[in-house]
């Protein structure tokens, strides 16, 4: 049973132009909600995070909206550059108790940004 | 300073075959995490450490598969008996202690481990 569904496996975008990258959860438990970036060969990196009580986090070119009634978060991205190529895991924060955090994983959206 | 590394980068082993995964975190970092990549799949949690805590083993997928983390630094990811479907790239990361800080876990590069 998959908590967090990253729907689409992949995504191709013009450079210069609006990325989004679209998250659903199920568990309404989640306290905060995260981006991360993973190029080929490497770990994947911290992009973003949204607590749960937020609707909107900007950091720079990126920006997480939180949508709770929807169960939805996205991943904007503008303008794309070529260097945005790679692929982007949501992940969603849970309290395993005794100050344990569990971050649950979809599967990721490989994003191609074409000079 | 250095990141996460992880030994060895590539692993073939034998079914039946017992194998070792190293993790050397960030220096500092007190909380630890393993977690494996399995062919088109997300990244699937594992075990925790942090500090002297008992750890969280919720994730482990079987009694064959266990982890130790020694003097609060180095991790060892042990599988025994590996089977085909242990196949995976396994990931360590570490993050510094904190509510907001475990949200920035910083990732190695991985250790593919294919099971013939």
């Known amino acids: 049973d998959q908590q967090v569904k990253q729907n689409s496996p992949s995504l191709s975008v013009q450079e210069g132009r609006i990325s989004i990258l679209n998250c659903d959860y199920t568990?309404?438990?989640?306290?905060?909600f995260l981006w991360y970036k993973k190029y080929p060969a490497e770990g994947p990196t911290f992009l973003i995070s949204?607590?749960?009580?937020?609707d909107k986090n900007e950091d720079g070119r990126f920006t997480v909206f939180l949508n709770k009634s929807a169960k939805h978060l996205s991943l904007h991205i503008v303008p794309s550059q070529p260097g945005d190529s790679a692929v982007y895991f949501c992940?969603?924060?849970?309290?395993?108790?005794?100050?344990?955090?569990?971050?649950?994983f979809g599967k990721g959206t490989k994003l191609s940004v074409i000079p | 300073g250095a990141g996460v590394s992880q030994s060895p980068s590539n692993k073939v082993t034998e079914k039946g075959k017992d194998v070792e995964l190293r993790c050397d975190p960030i220096?500092?970092?007190?909380?630890l995490y393993w977690y494996r990549q399995s062919l088109g799949q997300g990244l699937e949690f594992l075990i925790y450490?942090?500090?002297?805590?008992?750890?969280?083993k919720s994730g482990l997928p079987s009694d064959r598969f266990s982890a130790e983390r020694t003097g609060g630094s180095v991790s060892t990811l042990t599988i025994q008996r590996t089977q085909q479907e242990d196949s995976a790239v396994y990931l360590c990361?570490?993050?510094?202690?904190?509510?907001?800080?475990?949200?920035?876990?910083?990732f190695g590069p991985g250790t593919r481990l294919t099971v013939l």
């Open positions: 992940a969603a924060r849970s309290d395993s108790g005794a100050g344990s955090y569990q971050l649950t």
């Open positions: 450490f942090q500090g002297n805590s008992a750890p969280d």
């Open positions: 990361a570490s993050s510094a202690q904190g509510p907001l800080s475990y949200n920035e876990q910083f």
């Open positions: 568990n309404s438990m989640f306290d905060y």
């Open positions: 949204i607590s749960s009580i937020k």
């Open positions: 220096s500092g970092h007190t909380a």
